[in-house]
Nanobody
Framework: QAQLVESGGGSVQAGGSLTISCIAS???????MGWFRQAPGKEREGVAVICTSSGRTFYADSAKDRFFISQGNAKNTLYLNSLKPEDTATYYC???????????????????WGQGTQVTVSS
């Protein structure tokens, strides 16, 4: 059964760091992975995506210079640094195959999703 399984997350004080990971299994072909987040009462928003074949990345403005997405084999990792209380949300891993992988940004429609992992930042 194909699935995306997230791990990591947790609680940290503002200014701290966390790492969240996602392992994809059972997919015959994916070339893009990303992270999205949703805070209570807010819409889901994109954080970062990566073209796994080229390594090309795209970040939300709120994530630039603080978050870093990386890909190794079937494991995708998002490093969260200099965390702020407004980063508190459930973070979801996403994966898919896109014809133009290097053009994928946060508006891309991913079809495969993980169950989510909670990140809580206290002030």
């Amino acid at each position: 059964q194909a699935q995306l399984v997230e791990s990591g997350g947790g609680s940290v004080q503002a200014g701290g760091s966390l790492t969240i990971s996602c392992i994809a299994s059972g997919y015959s072909y994916i070339n893009s992975m990303g992270w999205f987040r949703q805070a209570p009462g807010k819409e889901r928003e994109g954080v970062a995506v990566i073209c796994t074949s080229s390594g090309r990345t795209f970040y939300a403005d709120s994530a630039k210079d603080r978050f870093f997405i990386s890909q190794g084999n079937a494991k995708n990792t998002l490093y969260l640094n200099s965390l702020k209380p407004e980063d508190t949300a459930t973070y979801y891993c996403a994966a898919d195959w896109f014809r133009n992988c290097d053009s994928v940004d946060l508006s891309a429609q991913f079809h495969y999703w993980g169950q989510g992992t909670q990140v809580t930042v206290s002030s």
